[in-house]
Structures are given as structure tokens and as C-alpha cells.
């Protein structure tokens, strides 16, 4: 209970991520057709990005270093590129490429990491000298670059305040004294997309509604933080799925890669279509909750008494197992999930992936069948953690997907 409880804490101010870690020491050089290079710097633009950094915005950011690894593997002749095209140098050093490009777009990005300096030398010291690896550093600058323009004054540095709408029955009021989490997101231009409410999905239910009241008494039942109806296995998957979301799929994705012995250009353009698909589905996902500005569940329980709805009941004590800090419609997990899955199901051209997932919260691993078992499992996950209604992680998901079928029929 005492762990539980130190984790429920870390989560009050976020989602929990790693620290007090620098980047993981870097592996002997890889062979030319080997992944690993790819593998190498996803895994560090990971550890990179997500130090002190929420889900979402962190998902952006991958979505930007993975097209630069992405196109320099096409620059090296392996695959098609997925932005830029550049000649092709079948003579540079891919890992000397890859991470340069990595490189210079974290550290353009996120100047501020953790030892990210003395990880790219470590790295580019272990490529051996001579015209490759000066070829590869070449090459790799160039990519960044190109992405570096592509992105600049993306919106993704820019301060937003928070301003409250008039309080009033579904109104979603923060619930942390501390800035709405991500809120960036509403001004940050799509890594693909056209415009952030291309695919704006209808909004909440209608406080009167029937469907509505079903889904307030679920979570009121389920999500409640000292709730007796949620079984064990319920608060393991809440507590399992509650990890920083970047963070947890990268994890997965790097060993999907290496569980499927996938070639340096099939690793670069799956990860690309990933990240890429994910970002734009939370950009999306923002969009659509600071628009619409729904409460939580939180908040709808304690005040059902001014809903308008003889079906709903007031619990002025009510307390959510969970807690996260910005609007409740549409769920952010939900079309973040979405995206990812969504993504693997167009590059594998199935929805049979067998996934294994681990959580650093839980401490355990769990494997999934399918893509769309994942997907059930997160449903239900946001579900008893009080976080959501359940109308809020269909409509996520249903976002999530038409993002990633946007733009996987066009990459």
C-alpha cells in the first residue's frame, strides 16, 4: 500500500518517468545493414525528451527526431524517405548519420538534456575514422537541418496561459493549482496533419442525456479512489497504464523492433510512422479538449446535483483513484493509443501484432495478442482509474484512428 500510495503521489504532478538516470552508455558500432543505430537513438531521444516532460508534448518531439532518422536512413540508400529527400550516399557511416542527425535535432530541441552532449561523442567515438564516418556526419547534419527549418516556429516553444471559462455545470476547472498540462499543444502546427481541428470530433454527451448518466454512475462506481466494486486486477491495469505514455510505448516499440528483427529501413519508417501519427493525434486530441473544455469526472460527480439530470447523484466526497490535469473530452490516452496502434496496423497490414508491454509503475509486463486488445485494455484502464467516461475513450479512439489513416494512406 505504501508503494501505491509513493506512486499515486508522483502522479499528482504528472506522469511518472525516470530520474536521477542519464542516457544509457552506447553499444559497440553497428554493421551497415544492422538497426541498431536506429534503435540506439530512438532509445536516447527517448530518455532525451520525457525527463520532467508530459505525454503529449513528448510524443511531438519524438515525432520530429524519428522523421530525421527516418530520412537520413533514406539518404544512405536504405528505403524511401518519409519528408525530405536527399542524394543518397551509400558511402556514409549509418551510425555516424543516424546520430548526427539525432543529435542536432535534440539538441536544437531540447537543449536542456541530461547528458546528451557526452552521449553523441561516446557514440561517434566508437564509429571508426576515415571517410565514411565523415560522410555519415555530413549527411546526418543535413537532415537535421532540413528538419530543423521544416519546424521552426512550430508553436511547440510558445508560452499559452490558461484562461477559465466561466465555472458552470460540465465546465472542466483545473484540478492541480499547478498550469494545464500541455496546453501548448493547442498552438503547436501538425507534423502532418493540415490544420489541428481537421478531424474535431463532435464533443461530449449532452449533461441530460441517458447515455451520460450511464457513464457518470460507471465511474462514480469503478473510478472512485477508495471504490469497493473495482476488483485488483482493475487498479493493476489503472496503475499499469498510468506510466508517461511516451515513455511506455517507446519502450514497446524498440522491442516490437527487435522482436521482429526488423531491417534499419523498416525500424526508421516504423518508428516514423509511429511518432508522426501519435503527435498528430494528441495535437488533435488538445485541440479538441480546449475546445470544448469538459469536466472531469471528478468534478461531475461532486456537483451532479446542477447537471440538470434526475439520473445522475451527487457525491461531494467523490475522489478519482487517479488525476491529471487538463480537460476530460476526448481522452488523450485513448488517441494516443490509437495512433500508435493504428500506425502499426498500416505498416504491418494487420491488427495481429503481438505487443509486449512492461510499466515502470506496476512492475510487470503484460503481452497483448492484438492491436485491438490494447486498445480494450487502455479503454478500461482510464476508465476505473476515475479519469474518464467511457463516451470520452470511444471518441479519443475513434479520433486517434482517423488521424493515423490520414496519414498513413499518405506516407
Same mark, same amino acid.
Request: charged share 15%; glycine share 8%; aromatic share 8%.
Given at each position: 500500500?505504501?508503494?501505491?500510495?509513493?506512486?499515486?503521489?508522483?502522479?499528482?504532478?504528472?506522469?511518472?518517468?525516470?530520474?536521477?538516470?542519464?542516457?544509457?552508455?552506447?553499444?559497440?558500432?553497428?554493421?551497415?545493414?544492422?538497426?541498431?543505430?536506429?534503435?540506439?537513438?530512438?532509445?536516447?531521444?527517448?530518455?532525451?525528451?520525457?525527463?520532467?516532460? @508530459?505525454? &503529449?508534448?513528448?510524443?511531438?518531439?519524438?515525432?520530429? *527526431?524519428?522523421? +530525421?532518422?527516418?530520412?537520413?536512413? %533514406? #539518404? !544512405?540508400?536504405?528505403?524511401?524517405?518519409?519528408?525530405?529527400?536527399?542524394?543518397?550516399?551509400?558511402?556514409?557511416? @549509418?551510425? &555516424?548519420?543516424?546520430?548526427?542527425?539525432?543529435?542536432? *535535432?535534440?539538441? +536544437?530541441?531540447?537543449?536542456?538534456? %541530461? #547528458? !546528451?552532449?557526452?552521449?553523441?561523442?561516446?557514440?561517434?567515438?566508437?564509429?571508426?575514422?576515415?571517410?565514411?564516418?565523415?560522410?555519415?556526419?555530413?549527411?546526418?547534419?543535413?537532415?537535421?537541418?532540413?528538419?530543423?527549418?521544416?519546424?521552426?516556429?512550430? #508553436? !511547440?516553444?510558445?508560452?499559452?496561459?490558461?484562461?477559465?471559462?466561466?465555472?458552470?455545470?460540465?465546465?472542466?476547472?483545473?484540478?492541480?493549482?499547478?498550469?494545464?498540462?500541455?496546453?501548448?499543444?493547442?498552438?503547436?502546427?501538425?507534423?502532418?496533419?493540415?490544420?489541428?481541428?481537421?478531424?474535431?470530433?463532435?464533443?461530449?454527451?449532452?449533461?441530460?442525456?441517458?447515455?451520460?448518466?450511464?457513464?457518470?454512475?460507471?465511474?462514480?462506481?469503478?473510478?472512485?479512489?477508495?471504490?469497493?466494486?473495482?476488483?485488483?486486477?482493475?487498479?493493476?491495469?489503472?496503475?499499469?497504464?498510468?506510466?508517461?505514455?511516451?515513455?511506455?510505448?517507446?519502450?514497446?516499440?524498440?522491442?516490437?523492433?527487435?522482436?521482429?528483427?526488423?531491417?534499419?529501413?523498416?525500424?526508421?519508417?516504423?518508428?516514423?510512422?509511429?511518432?508522426?501519427?501519435?503527435?498528430?493525434?494528441?495535437?488533435?486530441?488538445?485541440?479538441?479538449?480546449?475546445?470544448?473544455?469538459?469536466?472531469?469526472?471528478?468534478?461531475?460527480?461532486?456537483?451532479?446535483?446542477?447537471?440538470?439530470?434526475?439520473?445522475?447523484?451527487?457525491?461531494?466526497?467523490?475522489?478519482?483513484?487517479?488525476?491529471?490535469?487538463?480537460?476530460?473530452?476526448?481522452?488523450?490516452?485513448?488517441?494516443?493509443?490509437?495512433?500508435?496502434?493504428?500506425?502499426?496496423?498500416?505498416?504491418?497490414?494487420?491488427?495481429?501484432?503481438?505487443?509486449?508491454?512492461?510499466?515502470?509503475?506496476?512492475?510487470?509486463?503484460?503481452?497483448?495478442?492484438?492491436?485491438?486488445?490494447?486498445?480494450?485494455?487502455?479503454?478500461?484502464?482510464?476508465?476505473?482509474?476515475?479519469?474518464?467516461?467511457?463516451?470520452?475513450?470511444?471518441?479519443?479512439?475513434?479520433?486517434?484512428?482517423?488521424?493515423?489513416?490520414?496519414?498513413?494512406?499518405?506516407?
Amino acid at each position: 500500500m505504501k508503494l501505491l500510495t509513493r506512486r499515486l503521489a508522483l502522479l499528482l504532478t504528472g506522469s511518472l518517468v525516470l530520474t536521477g538516470v542519464g542516457l544509457s552508455p552506447p553499444p559497440s558500432t553497428a554493421g551497415v545493414s544492422d538497426a541498431a543505430p536506429v534503435l540506439d537513438w530512438s532509445r536516447y531521444a527517448t530518455q532525451a525528451i520525457v525527463a520532467g516532460r @508530459p505525454p &503529449a508534448s513528448s510524443e511531438v518531439l519524438l515525432g520530429i *527526431v524519428h522523421v +530525421a532518422i527516418a530520412d537520413t536512413v %533514406a #539518404g !544512405l540508400g536504405y528505403g524511401r524517405p518519409f519528408k525530405f529527400a536527399v542524394r543518397p550516399d551509400h558511402r556514409a557511416s @549509418p551510425a &555516424a548519420a543516424v546520430a548526427t542527425a539525432a543529435y542536432d *535535432v535534440l539538441r +536544437a530541441r531540447v537543449p536542456n538534456a %541530461a #547528458g !546528451l552532449d557526452s552521449t553523441y561523442a561516446d557514440y561517434l567515438a566508437r564509429v571508426p575514422s576515415g571517410s565514411a564516418k565523415d560522410r555519415g556526419v555530413v549527411l546526418g547534419r543535413s537532415v537535421a537541418a532540413a528538419v530543423l527549418a521544416w519546424r521552426a516556429g512550430d #508553436g !511547440l516553444g510558445n508560452t499559452v496561459p490558461y484562461v477559465q471559462r466561466t465555472p458552470g455545470p460540465g465546465v472542466w476547472e483545473p484540478t492541480l493549482p499547478t498550469p494545464p498540462a500541455d496546453i501548448v499543444l493547442t498552438q503547436v502546427r501538425p507534423l502532418a496533419l493540415r490544420y489541428r481541428a481537421q478531424f474535431r470530433p463532435d464533443g461530449p454527451d449532452a449533461l441530460t442525456s441517458k447515455r451520460y448518466a450511464r457513464d457518470v454512475a460507471e465511474v462514480a462506481s469503478l473510478g472512485r479512489a477508495d471504490s469497493t466494486t473495482r476488483t485488483a486486477k482493475q487498479t493493476e491495469t489503472a496503475m499499469f497504464w498510468s506510466e508517461q505514455t511516451a515513455q511506455q510505448w517507446s519502450r514497446a516499440l524498440l522491442q516490437l523492433a527487435a522482436d521482429r528483427h526488423l531491417s534499419m529501413a523498416a525500424a526508421a519508417r516504423m518508428l516514423a510512422l509511429v511518432h508522426v501519427s501519435a503527435g498528430d493525434s494528441v495535437i488533435a486530441c488538445w485541440d479538441a479538449k480546449f475546445h470544448y473544455l469538459s469536466w472531469r469526472p471528478v468534478h461531475a460527480i461532486q456537483r451532479a446535483n446542477t447537471d440538470g439530470n434526475p439520473r445522475t447523484h451527487a457525491d461531494p466526497g467523490w475522489q478519482s483513484l487517479l488525476n491529471v490535469n487538463h480537460p476530460e473530452y476526448p481522452s488523450g490516452h485513448a488517441c494516443f493509443t490509437a495512433g500508435v496502434a493504428g500506425a502499426l496496423q498500416a505498416f504491418f497490414h494487420t491488427s495481429h501484432v503481438r505487443l509486449s508491454m512492461s510499466s515502470l509503475v506496476t512492475g510487470t509486463t503484460r503481452v497483448y495478442p492484438n492491436l485491438s486488445a490494447v486498445r480494450a485494455d487502455v479503454r478500461e484502464a482510464r476508465i476505473v482509474s476515475g479519469l474518464h467516461f467511457r463516451h470520452s475513450m470511444v471518441d479519443g479512439d475513434a479520433l486517434g484512428t482517423q488521424v493515423v489513416g490520414w496519414i498513413s494512406a499518405r506516407h
